[in-house]
């Protein structure tokens, strides 16, 4: 995919991703699980990537955080974080990471206090008393109840939603230029959910760090993120300021996935068929076996991404065409 | 925590006495009859008669038991019928002496069982795995008492660095007895050349008696340290950047051994049993030979005492490693409040 966001005039970016694509070799033949997708992070801006399940969302991150599983490879592109290629040499610290489930993501077995040190021993300056009284600081600024006594707790006495606070405060302790945030809601119930998006939205912008915010929701996505990129099948499919994506989706795939979503539909229709496996994409546009309005063409040529209006882009020569009716609900 | 060790030790008592019971049966049942044992080949049928009575051997099978069971209740074991010492005398002088040997062999499975079986996950499938496996396949499948001989003819006979047989030279003595344990006596007596040379006793039986052990642990962490690797707080300590070092030895190792914790209590009743014929072929003077010579002799005294007590030995270490269960894991010491 020859790139419109490369060409475009260079603003500042804290990251930028180029034309990434990562293949992984399986017993079924190469997934190709990213191919092509780019976007730009502007200093202390914040980014949704949406999609569906095995759209490739979670290997996008740990390509960037530089855990990807072992037999993946990056054949090509690259992600530019502050002006280094992380891929080749991956930073720590400078990126912070809030993990998707809570309940998961410590270690039973170890304080909570020992494992959140654990990640600032290599990458915080300081002694380990000063990274003690800095993490207890972060604890009062997500609300932790009784921050003193914290670190010296086991996982299992927090409940989720503190479990969630702790790593949020971890994410930060590093003082990070970049939280990367994995569905970080998505295991809360929804009152729990919505305090913490907001605490997270708040301590981001109050210290003007980036962020990159996957999930599957558009709601909580409206809430936290100024620009967003809608993933499919390993590719952007649309990507633009959040209000127009979610006002005037262009992209079918994008239109059937709000259709989709209960607050906005009027019959709940899913979209037919299934994300392709990643050993099988079908070629051309990945998109086009379940699209209403694909053409012959589709399922020849790789779609490029076109340029809409206010910043928008959008992966798909058809996009102005109206969708039948049923497929919207 | 406190009342829970005494929860299990109440519940290990009718175990206990379960055992006590079974094995008096079962070594009563048997036709081998003590008292003509005793007696010799020479003695005449009224000789024999008199022993049984003595001996009690006339009494109904069930009153035999209960006063047996009556006897143990209040710490007498009873004397040899074959030697006539007290039970608890010669076992009280074999027992540390078996336990300085297993303990020694469970060291040394857990030594090298542990990062074996971490290194083996480490390189999943690769070549250090491959080798772990074959080690610990050759480690179950080779019979002790064919390793013990073929160790005593490299290391004894061949090489002459270690010693054949028994805890210590005779030339020696004895360390003034503290706990019974070689090693320790001897250290608290300040004599070292005596600790060498109970250590240099020690090599070849705890060598072999080591191996099934060592086998068991470390395909367990190796499967233990596979699993652990999976769970996304692994994922998620590469994330915030832990050391790979420090995250595989400290991070990983601990969640791993929980299921090598509670295989070292299992592992235990196997290392007693193996003991025997370890003691055997090295003339170890423990429980082991100790109750190969009561079997041959039909000393069902010193038998019956040799089961209560490998029986009271194995509770106290599931006990112990309950307690370890609950040091390496928080949630499981929670559940014991």
């Known amino acids: 995919m020859s790139d419109m966001l490369a060409s475009a005039p260079e603003a500042p970016s804290l990251m930028m991703v180029r034309d990434l694509a990562v293949h992984i070799r399986t017993d079924a033949g190469l997934a190709r699980i990213l191919d092509g997708v780019s976007f730009t992070l502007p200093p202390g801006g914040s980014l949704g990537i949406v999609g569906e399940s095995g759209c490739g969302k979670s290997t996008l991150l740990r390509a960037i955080l530089g855990i990807l599983p072992k037999g993946a490879l990056v054949p090509q592109g690259q992600v530019v974080f502050q002006g280094q290629d992380i891929l080749k040499t991956p930073v720590r610290g400078r990126i912070g990471f809030i993990p998707q489930d809570p309940y998961l993501s410590l270690n039973p077995v170890f304080r909570a206090g020992d494992q959140l040190l654990e990640g600032m021993r290599n990458h915080a300056p300081g002694s380990r008393d000063d990274h003690k009284k800095k ?42 230029d970049l939280v990367v945030a994995d569905e970080p809601t998505t295991a809360l119930d929804v009152t729990t959910q919505r305090e913490i998006l907001a605490l997270l939205r708040g301590l981001i912008k109050e210290r003007n760090m980036g962020l990159l915010f996957v999930t599957h929701d558009f709601g909580v996505l409206s809430a936290v993120c100024e620009d967003v990129a809608v993933l499919y099948a390993g590719r952007v499919a649309e990507y633009g300021p959040t209000g127009n994506v979610l006002a005037d989706p262009r992209h079918p795939y994008t239109r059937m996935l709000l259709a989709c979503h209960p ?40 779609p490029e991404m076109a340029r809409i209006f206010d910043g928008s882009r959008v992966a798909c020569p058809y996009h102005a065409d109206p969708l039948p009716e049923v497929a919207l609900g | 925590m406190a009342r829970y060790i005494l929860k299990r030790v109440l519940l290990a008592l009718p175990a206990l006495l379960g055992l006590v019971l079974l094995t008096f049966v079962l070594v009563r049942v048997i036709p081998a009859d003590p008292a003509a044992m005793l007696a010799g080949d020479a003695a005449t049928p009224a000789q024999i008669a008199e022993i049984r009575t003595r001996y009690g051997l006339d009494q109904p099978l069930w009153r035999q038991a209960m006063t047996h069971i009556r006897q143990v209740m209040t710490g007498d074991l009873g004397s040899s019928i074959f030697t006539g010492r007290p039970v608890a005398e010669e076992i009280g002088f074999r027992l540390p002496a078996t336990l300085e040997l297993t303990f020694a062999a469970l060291f040394l499975s857990v030594v090298f069982g542990v990062p074996l079986g971490l290194l083996a996950a480490l390189d999943h499938n690769g070549p250090v795995d491959q080798l772990v496996r074959l080690l610990s396949v050759g480690g179950l499948a080779i019979a002790g008492f064919w390793l013990a001989i073929m160790l005593q003819l490299v290391f004894s006979m061949e090489l002459d660095l270690l010693p054949l047989r028994g805890r210590l030279d005779v030339a020696l003595g004895t360390p003034p007895v503290v706990t019974g344990f070689y090693l320790l006596d001897s250290l608290l007596a300040g004599r070292l050349d ?60 601990r969640n791993a051994v929980t299921v090598t914790v509670t295989q070292v209590g299992l592992l235990f009743g196997a290392l007693i049993s193996g003991a025997v014929a370890v003691e055997a072929i090295f003339d170890w003077p423990g429980l082991g030979t100790y109750a190969v010579q009561a079997i041959l002799a039909a000393d069902y005294k010193a038998l019956l005492a040799v089961t209560l007590v490998v029986g009271v030995v ?13 040091l390496v894991d928080p949630r499981v010491a929670e559940q014991l409040k």
């Open chain 1, 135 to 176: 993490l207890i600081n972060l604890f009062h600024a997500v609300q932790l109840p009784e921050p003193q006594s914290a670190l010296e707790k086991y996982p299992h006495q927090f409940s989720g939603g503190q479990r969630q606070r702790l790593l949020i405060a971890a994410a930060l302790a590093c003082d990070p």
């Open chain 1, 263 to 302: 607050d906005r539909a009027t019959d709940l229709v899913g979209i037919p068929g299934t994300v392709p496996a990643a050993t099988a994409q079908p070629p051309g546009c990945r998109f086009h076996p379940r699209c209403p309005i694909s053409r012959p063409a589709c399922a020849v040529t790789v």
């Open chain 2, 194 to 253: 005596m600790f060498g040379n109970a250590l240099k006793h020690l090599v070849l039986p705890a060598v072999t008696l080591c191996l099934p052990g060592l086998a068991s642990i470390a395909r367990f962490t190796r499967s233990g340290v596979l699993e652990t690797l999976q769970k996304e707080f692994v994922l998620y300590a590469r994330a915030a950047g832990y050391s790979p070092f420090r995250l595989a030895t400290i991070y990983v190792l």
């Open chain 2, 314 to 326: 194995y509770a106290v270490v599931n006990v112990l490693v309950d307690v370890a269960q609950a």
